[in-house]
């Protein structure tokens, strides 16, 4: 089972077709919608010595869904993705994958789910078509037209041996194992490390494939952009700690609106205004942020006669800077404070 995980991805069933839960399995998770949660982890946490990995991390998600497990390098998401495949053992908490234990009932797991890591591991003296083959036997199960389609939507050349294979090439190998295995559960940990533009889309048209087949997939990113245009919740990862988990629309409501005015004279003053900041005035735009009820930011707009109004919502990049700003806000904060000997 190592050597499985050293290469990359898992297959789903013991033949050609991708496995189906059984009524008991899909029954074991708790709450009303039992039957669609996928991937549950209860207050799950991992310490090495002293340093905390992971704490308290509590998430769910849902049959079809795509979830975003974001943050910086060492926030603790491969350790996260590792507790998940079983592969280490919790400090507390647990985590289920189809109402399974992932570590009691790891190969049960397994064989329902595929995972891609950021850097692929393969062996240098098989072409890509022998890896892949050997792939799918290892994991019981593969879908060969859909592997034939993913290798020309790929352009990538099977033929030749892996160790003549660039970074991205090596990538493409891991990710069309996984996605032909058609798995119930996608973990993709940086599954674009190494592929161009070009190939980021068509790995996000297979993403959005696998959702609307049903697949579930766990999308690990450092790339906001591709998690905008593919997540359905996305959650943020600070230092071990969960900072927040929702849906985009839903974060935007902590964030701020940000709003740009050209005047045909100068700007008025906002400072004063309940909600508004980061006010910035060049010439005759004026640019600030707001949060809450807007009506009186725009009676103060209105009065000054505007040439052009923009707003837009934060995109999940500044999302991601002001949560992550906060959380280490409050870090720091809880560092600070004197000993109070408890």
């Known amino acids: ?19 189906r839960p059984s009524p008991s399995e899909t029954a ?3 709450g009303d919608d039992a039957q669609d949660v996928v991937l549950r982890t209860e207050g799950l946490t991992k310490h090495y010595g002293s340093t905390v990995a992971l704490q308290d991390l509590t998430i769910a998600a849902r049959r079809g869904e795509v979830l975003g497990f974001l943050g910086p390098n060492g926030a603790g998401k491969t350790t996260t993705i590792r507790l998940l495949l079983g592969l280490i053992g919790p400090t507390a908490g647990r985590a289920e994958i189809f109402g399974l234990d992932v570590r009691s009932q790891r190969r049960a797991v397994h064989a329902r789910t595929a995972y891609v890591p950021g850097e692929a591991t393969l062996w240098p003296s098989l072409t890509g078509e022998e890896t892949m083959h050997l792939l799918a036997r290892m994991h019981g199960g593969t879908d060969l037209a859909y592997r034939t389609e993913l290798v ?15 970074k991205g090439n090596k990538q493409k190998i891991n990710l069309i194992a996984a996605l032909a295995s058609r ?9 674009t490390s190494g592929l161009d533009p070009l190939m980021e889309q068509a790995f996000r048209e297979c993403v959005l494939q696998a959702k609307a087949n049903g697949q579930t997939v766990f999308l690990s990113s450092h790339i906001l952009a591709e ?3 593919l997540c359905d919740r996305v ?17 935007r409501h902590l964030s701020a609106l940000s709003v740009e005015v050209t005047f045909p004279g100068t700007p008025p003053t906002l ?7 980061n006010v910035r005035v060049v010439g005759h735009q004026l640019t600030c942020q707001v949060r809450g009820p807007i009506d009186g930011l725009l009676a103060v707009l209105a009065a000054h006669h505007p040439t ?4 837009r919502e934060p995109s999940l990049e500044e999302l991601f800077l002001s949560l992550y700003g906060q959380q280490e806000r409050r870090n720091d904060s809880a560092a600070s404070r004197p000993d109070d000997g408890s």
């Open 227 to 229: 998690a905008e245009a």
């Open 1 to 19: 089972m190592s050597q499985i995980h050293r290469v990359g991805a898992h297959a789903t069933s013991p033949d050609s077709g991708p496995a």
């Open 308 to 311: 052009s109004l923009l707003s």
């Open 28 to 30: 074991s998770a708790d």
């Open 183 to 191: 798995a119930e559960l996608l973990i993709l940990d940086e599954p």
């Open 152 to 166: 020309k939507l790929f352009d990538f050349d099977p033929s030749r041996r892996v160790r003549g294979y660039s």
């Open 271 to 277: 400072e004063d205004l309940t909600g508004v900041s």
């Open 235 to 251: 959650a943020i990862l600070s230092a071990g700690q969960l900072v927040e988990v929702g849906t985009l629309a839903q974060m």
